[in-house]
Every structure is written in structure tokens, then in C-alpha cells.
């Protein structure tokens, strides 16, 4: 494989939906609108995550997707009551202040976080945001210590330096996992 080719078409496909049933066994309790969107997120997203990992680049139609699928399942249970439409609106509200953060961010500092960033987080802050603000807030935080940390030990065993661009994509989503984990598992609000 050429270098920084995306990985092969069966092994994205094997993964995203590893990380749509685990999605859809972690979420089994909440509304099928949710259990449905969170599946289907995960699966885009881990795609997502691995091809701006071996590309730094985060493909517009994977992202579009990963609104579509997390948007319209949320949007139907809003219109039957499952979950409610102030919550769907609360975690859209959550996906736009996400998005303006991550933007501010990346007009702080030209280079820095990328438009594919951006566009990801927006959705991502969606999905955190069904569960409240505290998680909302969770998951970039955690996105930003996790990143962090492995751009770390990338410079102290000398496989970067300073200057070096670490792809945040891959960090976004864990960040998004954990906080959604913690919150199921009742560590946060």
C-alpha cells in the first residue's frame, strides 16, 4: 500500500461494524432513536478515525455522512416523542457550540486543528450532547489530554518533534467513546 493510502475497503467495513454492535450493546437501554444513531455514528466514525490516521485528512463525505446518520434517527424519535424534541434540541445546540469551539481553535492558530477537525466535531458534540452539557464538555477535553499525551511520547521516543502534525480525528472519537462510556456507566451526569 502506497504510503498514506487509506486502509483496505474490508477491513474499514470489519471494524465499523465491530464498533456499531458495541455501540448498539452500550446503548441498549436508551431510545431506539439514540441506539440506532449511536450504532450507525460509530461505525462511520472508527472509518472515520482510521483514515485520518494514515491520512491526516478527513474526507467531507464520510463526515456529511456521519451527520446523516446521527441526525435523521434522532430527528424521527424527536417527531414521536423518543427521545424528546428539547433534548434533540439541547444536543444540537451542544454539536454548534462544539463546532464554534473547535473552530476558534483552529483560527487561533493557522495549522493547528484542521477544517475536517471542525466539521467532525460538530457532530460529535451532537451525540455528547443527548447526554447533557457535562458530557458534552467531557469528550473534547478528553479528546485534547488524549492527543496530547500521544503527541508526548511521540517526541520522547523521537518519532516526532515539535512540529510534527498528530491526527486529532482518531483522538476525537476516542474522546467521544469515553465520555459516552462514562456517562453510561454513570461516572458522569
Do not use: N, Q
Not at 54 to 71: E, N
Amino acid at each position: 500500500m502506497r504510503d498514506g493510502a487509506a486502509p483496505p475497503r474490508p477491513v474499514l467495513g470489519v471494524v465499523a461494524v465491530a464498533a456499531a454492535g458495541a455501540a448498539a450493546l452500550g446503548l441498549r437501554s436508551e431510545p431506539v432513536a439514540v441506539l440506532v444513531a449511536g450504532a450507525l455514528l460509530a461505525g462511520v466514525a472508527v472509518v472515520l478515525a482510521l483514515v485520518d490516521a494514515r491520512t491526516h485528512r478527513l474526507p467531507d463525505r464520510l463526515v456529511i455522512t456521519a451527520y446523516v446518520v446521527t441526525a435523521v434517527p434522532l430527528l424521527v424519535g424527536a417527531a414521536v416523542g423518543s427521545p424528546g424534541l428539547p433534548v434533540v434540541g439541547g444536543a444540537a445546540l451542544a454539536g454548534v457550540v462544539t463546532a464554534a469551539c473547535f473552530l476558534g481553535l483552529g483560527l487561533a492558530r493557522v495549522g493547528g486543528l484542521g477544517l475536517g477537525d471542525v466539521k467532525l466535531s460538530g457532530v460529535l458534540g451532537l451525540w455528547l450532547g443527548l447526554f447533557g452539557w457535562e458530557v458534552a464538555v467531557a469528550g473534547p477535553l478528553t479528546t485534547f489530554v488524549l492527543a496530547g499525551l500521544w503527541a508526548l511520547v511521540l517526541v520522547a521516543t523521537r518519532r516526532a518533534d515539535l512540529r510534527s502534525h498528530v491526527a486529532l480525528g482518531p483522538w476525537m472519537v476516542l474522546g467521544t467513546a469515553l465520555a459516552t462510556s462514562g456517562h453510561l456507566a454513570g461516572w458522569t451526569g
